[in-house]
DNA sequence: GTGAAAGCGCTAACAA
DNA sequence: TTGTTAGCGCTTTCAC
């Protein structure tokens, strides 16, 4: 008995269901039946299997199956940076669905490098996944093609990627505009907007907003307000508009990066952010925001994304989220 | 040409080696060795093996690869939240160190319940990862025993798990009598300390290093000071000792969640918290904190998984890792 | 109710 | 330098 360790370990140095058909004096067939929970098999027979299988400690070699049968149960999700709030919000909810599903996560970090994002999603391919989540880092998506036309689906989400797929975005645009609005119907006719690189969609999308609301209140945009670039560079672009002539009386925020860079500067100016964050309402004053709500995106995601595995029929679907402003003080304050 | 893709593809819709062996006209060892960049290819047969793959859109098919093989090239690690920046520091890091051996990381949630951490780790096991990471939910970890002996190696993060294996924890107990300490030399006699529930690991480890401080400097443990549970239980536990006869002056607090909880209370009194968070030098008085690094935490566990998967020799190793008070001001308010 | 045989796509061992 | 053969552990098909 305590034998049987010894004797039923495999090359890999795991029993397999051959050693436990061995085992229990059973066809190879019948363990598989059981481990699978298929009908028809004699209860006691499946009382003697399942007891080899305790004993030798067996559990289904997956990749095995995963050979056979073709789907994997996995499903692979590519997103900037884990260590990132709104990102981890994101994969939590991603994971939430997928466990419903039954379903295992495969995710990585593309840094924002288009690079890193290929490499991901190509090794997630070579492990067959399911199907794909990702948050495009670039905008050529061409190394999709052949995964997609050997059906993988994928959608992107956060931002539209290079490939008219299901996608999953927030209302950037009408956010940034209901921000800036705010700030104005405050009495501010200054108000700067600092936004991370124009070459992200969303920034780019956000700077839309923003200008749209000043056109619409009749004030003229001034591009001496507008400072786009990495989060770093935000602080200093914020200095260098107050040593001006005519310096802003309220600052937009393109996103939570940049708007704790601003807190940190010092400046005591009314401001409004586009991302939420844990402790905006303990600052003095409370920081207003645009709150985004990254579990409701990745449950959309993934919930769109699953839909498609089953086979959803259908044209590429695009989805908008709402944001919500949230008043808490810095928004308020006048000129 | 334009029709390789309907002829070779197989059941699964996608093209295998096989496909891609006929389509360039060699053997399906020859594929393999380009696929795998085996020296003693001719160039110009690699040629054109590379441009049948390109013409086919193939992949390597992971899961034959690892049947065959026996190494998955992939790591499981479960925590308790993603969504936590404190476990999402800790994922990042894990994925970095991974991501230098070539390695993927599959990871779980187990929010903190112990069935949910058992069944990833099995699912992981399933899928024959070369190694995990684990923060413990649970102290029963007889389930990994059949895995162990099959060549698993595992790492248990943050917390020690029921079984002598490697391990990599932060300083708990020193890093909570440092921070009772500061508070104490700046001259408070009557510190609370709200906790997790004792049953954590960490929160009672802190528990005790909040004890030897309070002995060591002479002063009585008042047990009405103390008081543990979770997070949404500290707030009010603060505002009954507040309305004692002999309240506190000042608290510690035992993890970033419960110091949350504390100030959004309200209460203005002395406190110095585990756990660094973002934004904790902005709040007013900032936020004193004794900090862990999450960071590191990963990286060690993750350097400590793979020597033992290459092999590495020895006794479980417990690694502790320190932590580091930030004095900003919330503990040096004098009582 | 049970089992034997074939084969998923790949790599390892051994020819040629 | 290239090819042939066997078999990883499982599910599928079909026979008993």
Redesign the pocket.
Same mark, same amino acid.
């Given at each position: 008995m305590g034998d049987d360790r010894a004797v039923t370990d /495999? !090359?890999?140095g795991?029993p =397999?269901? #051959?050693d436990v058909a061995a085992a229990a004096g059973?066809?190879? #067939? =019948?363990v /598989? *039946?059981v481990? &699978?929970e298929e009908p028809? !098999? &004699?209860p006691a =027979?499946a009382e003697r299997v399942l007891s080899a299988i305790e004993r030798l400690g067996y559990r289904? &070699?997956e990749s095995? *199956?995963v050979? *056979?049968?073709g789907r994997t149960a996995s499903i692979g999700l590519v997103i900037e940076d884990v260590a990132d709030p709104f990102y981890s919000g994101i994969s939590r909810a991603v994971e939430d669905v997928a466990l419903r599903h039954g379903s295992l996560v495969l995710s990585g970090s593309s840094g924002e490098e288009p690079r890193r994002e290929r490499e991901l999603v190509l090794t997630f391919c070579s492990r067959r996944v399911d199907g794909l989540i990702i948050v495009p880092a670039g905008t050529d998506h061409g190394y999709l093609r052949p995964e997609l036309d050997a059906g993988i689906p994928a959608v992107f989400a956060d931002r539209p990627g290079g490939l008219d797929l299901d996608t999953v975005i927030c209302d950037n645009n009408g956010g940034a505009h209901t921000g800036v609005t705010h700030l104005i119907r405050h009495g501010h006719r200054r108000v700067a907007f600092l936004g991370d690189s124009a070459s992200i969609f969303t920034a780019a999308e956000r700077l839309y907003g923003y200008r749209r609301a000043v056109e619409d209140a009749g004030l003229p945009v001034d591009e001496s307000l507008v400072a786009m670039g990495p989060p770093e560079r935000a602080g200093p672009a914020l200095t260098r508009m107050f040593a001006g002539d005519d310096p802003p009386t309220a600052v937009f925020t393109g996103n939570g990066r940049i708007t704790v860079a601003v807190l940190r500067t010092g400046h005591r100016l009314a401001m409004v952010g586009f991302d939420d964050f844990e402790l905006a309402d303990l600052l003095v004053p409370g920081v207003t925001v645009v709150a985004q709500d990254p579990a409701r995106l990745g449950r959309a995601a993934a919930e769109l994304l699953f839909r498609r595995i089953m086979g959803g029929p259908g044209a590429a679907e695009r989805i908008e989220l709402p944001t919500r402003l949230i008043p808490r003080g810095s928004g308020e304050l006048r000129p």
């Open positions: /495999s !090359v890999h795991r =397999t269901m #051959k059973v066809a190879l #067939k =019948t /598989s *039946r481990v &699978n028809g !098999v &004699n =027979t289904r &070699n095995a *199956r050979l *056979r049968r």
